[in-house]
């Protein structure tokens, strides 16, 4: 009883996913076969989301779990059509592999690495009487601002600082449209090809 | 439950929350296990009625009351067997994932007002999310069990899954722009009153939208008609071929756990949740009303009788799937899409359109013939606001004077877009 008393929940939940996150990401890493690489991502980005919970951000943590997870079970799908003619067949890097990986890898983590820094109040520690979103505990602020108003802006007089206002909706729009395109050209290069015999004689010729 | 404990028994936090915590994990798996038992019980006995038979009639009494533990049993002494060619790992693991999965989609379901484990401002969307991932353990035993029928029967599960997520999200859409909010225990507060303030009697739309939502959750549980990932007579058993004994028995309690859960979930959307067709608690004035944060023992049985109601709603769910199967025959692979792309989807748009223009214009619905009703829509606020409320009220009891008493109570509550046409 004492124990549990004195122990520190969060830093132990925190720890306990962001490991479970690490790990299988090293796990996606260092195994060669396509499916387990997809369980293993699927384990890290769902120990994700669950730090996303732990820190009190339900919507960002079920949107990790619709999109990433479930995204990854289609990318499994794939994997297993991909894959599934030759049994377990696994994937091999060619020799060259890890060294442009690393090097794309590490550059990746810098650029991360210097823009989470330049973040002001990620730098300083928390001041623990200023927690801005626990009196805002809706989705409402990030939907309005994706739809177009910038709800948190609304009060700010200088036309400089007000810029922001117009909200997200020309970027969602595009990320929108561009997906759609994606989509479109996905089924149209996956459609199935119907081939009929044609009168000229051709036995072959594509129609589809 | 656990400011229960925390505040009337005065134990410490952690200890408080990890109690409650734990209680509430045996009280779902409970529930789980319990419903797997009667719906599998019901499923022998409705089949057999279908069918013109008796079903179970000899293990437990008259109506075989006991096949299914008997069923257990046997299964439990089965051997534990993995394939030459599986890989055992994904094997062995697959069963769990799907069955965690269908489990912690129960975290956000509320089964009375306030009732729920994990109050969330986005319940909704957090159990289809996770309802989503169920699929993922059926296409990890199909692809681990080495075995061709496996496989097919796991990519059609796949195919299925994915393409039936989008009808169903867009019709759980609807209810969420009439409430204007996604928290669930909110959405089944908003029809309290009469039966008629129930979602699926708000306007015709809603009326098909509700059946085009059960279709597609029949389809991404996959009973039949649409039970193609273990088609019996083409595929031996699809994804569960390899499967025997208790990890066979984790698919299937899977898949009756989230028959009962999409049930619930319908009885939430559109059918009043735990509101029962006639407001009686809250006429005898036994029913929490918004403002309340206490604890009273009225309350507690109204919410009782609530949870009842709502369970009974799930249940009849359930067993309208299950005539459902028994009716049906199983549809082809290529039905099964075309029902998703060409009736399912292009339904749930026109009547999502509809149902937005319906509340847009303020069009009537049968709920403004009614004289009164115990709470109007606009009246009821999310789950976040009424524990800020709560809380504030125990810091005040307490004498703490925390951050949390400075901060006003807000009010920012996401409003149905239109006020009831009755209450305007």
């Known amino acids: ?208 | 439950m656990a400011e229960f404990f925390v505040d009337r028994l005065s134990l410490s936090a952690p200890v408080g929350y990890t109690l409650a915590a734990l209680i509430q994990c045996v009280l779902i798996v409970a529930l789980i296990g319990v419903a797997a038992l009667l719906f599998i019980w019901m499923e022998r006995k409705i089949s057999g009625r279908i069918q013109d038979r008796w079903g179970p009639n000899r293990v437990g009494g008259k109506f075989g009351w006991f096949q299914t533990l008997a069923d257990g049993m046997k299964l439990l002494t089965k051997e534990d067997l993995a394939p030459k060619d599986a890989q055992v790992i994904l094997f062995r693991l697959a069963p769990y994932v799907s069955f965690a999965a269908s489990f912690s989609a129960y975290l956000a379901l509320p089964f009375a007002d306030g009732w729920v484990i994990a109050p969330m401002t986005m319940g909704l969307f957090f159990i289809l999310a996770v309802l989503g991932l169920e699929v993922f353990g059926v296409i990890l035993g199909g692809y681990a069990s080495g075995s061709k029928w496996s496989l097919f029967g796991a990519i059609r599960q796949a195919a299925q899954v994915v393409s039936y997520e989008v009808p169903l999200a867009m019709c759980a859409v609807v209810p969420v722009f009439l409430c204007g909010t996604m928290d669930l225990v909110a959405i089944g507060e908003k029809q309290a009153g009469l039966f008629t303030n129930w979602l699926v009697f708000h306007d015709p739309f809603t009326f098909v939208i509700f059946w085009v939502y059960f279709t597609c959750t029949v389809a991404s549980v996959n009973r039949s008609p649409f039970d193609l990932p273990e088609a019996e007579s083409e595929l031996v058993a699809g994804f569960l071929t390899e499967y025997s004994g208790l990890r066979w028995s984790f698919f299937f309690m899977a898949e009756y756990s989230s028959m009962l859960l999409v049930s619930g979930l319908a009885a939430i959307l559109f059918f009043g949740g735990w509101n029962g067709p006639l407001p009686i608690f809250h006429c005898i004035g036994w029913a929490y009303q918004q403002s309340e944060t206490t604890w009273r023992l009225t309350g507690y049985l109204a919410n009782l009788a609530g949870c009842v109601n709502f369970l009974a709603k799930a249940v009849l769910g359930v067993t309208v799937m299950m005539w459902v199967r028994w009716t049906l025959p199983r549809l082809r692979i290529d039905q099964v899409i075309t029902v998703c792309l060409k009736y399912c989807v292009p339904l749930a748009a026109i009547c999502f359109v509809g149902a937005l223009m319906w509340q847009t214009l303020a069009w009537p619905s049968p709920n403004d013939l009614v004289p009164v009703t115990p709470a109007g829509k606009a009246g009821v606020r999310e789950q976040w606001v009424l524990q800020q409320a709560k809380n504030a009220g125990r810091e005040n009891l307490v004498g703490v004077s925390g951050p949390a008493t400075d901060m006003p109570v807000t009010d920012i509550v996401v409003r149905p877009l239109e006020q009831e046409g009755g209450e305007g």
């Not at chain 1, 490991?19 to 769902?46: P, Q, R």
Request: aromatic share 10%; proline share 3%.
């Open chain 1, 1 to 208: 009883m004492m124990l549990l008393a004195t122990l520190d929940w969060y830093s132990l939940f925190f720890l306990l996913f962001a490991l479970l996150t690490c790990g299988f990401a090293v796990g996606v890493l260092f195994s060669d076969n396509i499916v387990h690489m997809a369980f293993y991502l699927t384990l890290s980005l769902g120990s994700c989301a669950g730090l996303f919970f732990l820190a009190g951000a339900p919507f960002v943590g079920a949107m990790q779990l619709m999109i990433y997870v479930g995204g990854t079970v289609v990318l499994l799908a794939f994997g297993v059509m991909l894959t599934a003619n030759a049994n377990f067949s696994s994937l091999r890097i060619p020799r060259g592999g890890w060294v442009v990986s690393l090097i794309v890898g590490g550059l990746l983590l810098v650029l991360l690495l210097t823009a989470a820094l330049r973040v002001e109040s990620w730098r300083t520690p928390r001041d623990e009487a200023v927690l801005p979103l626990a009196e805002v505990q809706t989705a409402t602020v990030l939907g309005a601002g994706l739809t177009g108003v910038r709800v948190d802006k609304l009060h700010e007089d200088d036309p400089v600082t007000r810029r922001g206002m117009s909200g997200y909706l020309l970027p969602f729009v595009i990320i929108s449209v561009h997906l759609l395109v994606v989509l479109v050209g996905a089924a149209y290069m996956a459609r199935t090809r119907i081939y009929r015999r044609s009168a000229s004689g051709n036995p072959r010729s594509r129609t589809g």
